[in-house]
């Protein structure tokens, strides 16, 4: 059974971190994402992966903030947040599919595996 479960996030002060985590079970995806999602907002792409290589995407909002990874021995997809501003706030989403063009990493809809979603919350 394809199971995705989020942790990690929680509130912090604007300029501070955060490390989302996201452990996937049942099968082992090529491409994998973070997305968020703010109230009255849509879905959006936060950072993408491809879980055997190094290649990866970024939403221009979080370049050289965010940074994407995957352990494959764990399984397990992460995204490392510094300098969070309050924009940031959003419930964070993890989701995985076997192949995704690398192109449409922050395309949501290219995504048919997805976690619960942890929310990340930052103060001014």
């Known amino acids: 059974q394809v199971q995705l479960v989020e942790s990690g996030g929680g509130s912090v002060q604007a300029g501070g971190s955060l490390r989302l985590s996201c452990a996937a079970s049942?099968?082992?995806?090529?491409?994998m994402g973070w997305f968020r999602q703010a109230p009255g907002l849509e879905r959006e792409g936060v950072a993408g992966?491809?879980?055997?290589?190094?290649?990866?995407l970024y939403a221009d909002s979080v370049k050289g903030r965010f940074t994407i990874s995957h352990d494959s021995a764990k399984n397990t997809l992460y995204l490392q947040m510094n300098s969070l501003k309050p924009e940031d706030t959003a419930m964070y989403y993890c989701?995985?599919?076997?192949?995704?063009?690398?192109?449409?990493?922050?395309?949501?809809?290219?995504?048919?595996?997805w976690g619960q979603g942890t929310q990340v919350t930052v103060s001014s």
């Open positions: 049942g099968y082992s995806y090529r491409t």
């Open positions: 989701a995985a599919d076997v192949n995704v063009r690398w192109r449409l990493l922050l395309d949501p809809s290219r995504f048919a595996y």
């Open positions: 992966i491809y879980t055997g290589g190094v290649n990866t």
